[in-house]
């Protein structure tokens, strides 16, 4: 299942880096409210990788990097707000 998650989020980021630049409106002189259209893109695709970002941060954070990965995600709000976590002496 981790792996899937791993390739899953790996295929999302290539999509959302390919995509962030719009090649295909290059040259393209329509305007919407004044503003270029290629614009329009750019602007609603950040808005699109901050949502997916955001998803990220919270269900898959560590994955690929830290053992045990978005596992250790649920941990972290089982925790007390007297635990301060963080490595013991």
Do not use: Y
Not at 16 to 36: E, H, N, Q, Y
Not at 60 to 78: D, F, K, Y
């Amino acid at each position: 299942m981790r792996h899937l998650q791993l390739v899953g989020w790996l295929a999302v980021a290539v999509v959302l880096c390919a995509l962030a630049i719009p090649w295909f409106l290059w040259g393209d002189s329509r305007t919407v409210a004044g503003i270029p259209l290629w614009l329009w893109w750019h602007i609603g695709w950040m808005g699109l990788t901050s949502v997916v970002f955001w998803l990220f941060s919270r269900h898959a954070w560590g994955l690929g990097i830290e053992p045990g990965g978005a596992t250790q995600a649920g941990n972290m709000a089982a925790k007390t707000e007297t635990d301060a976590g963080g490595d013991q002496p």
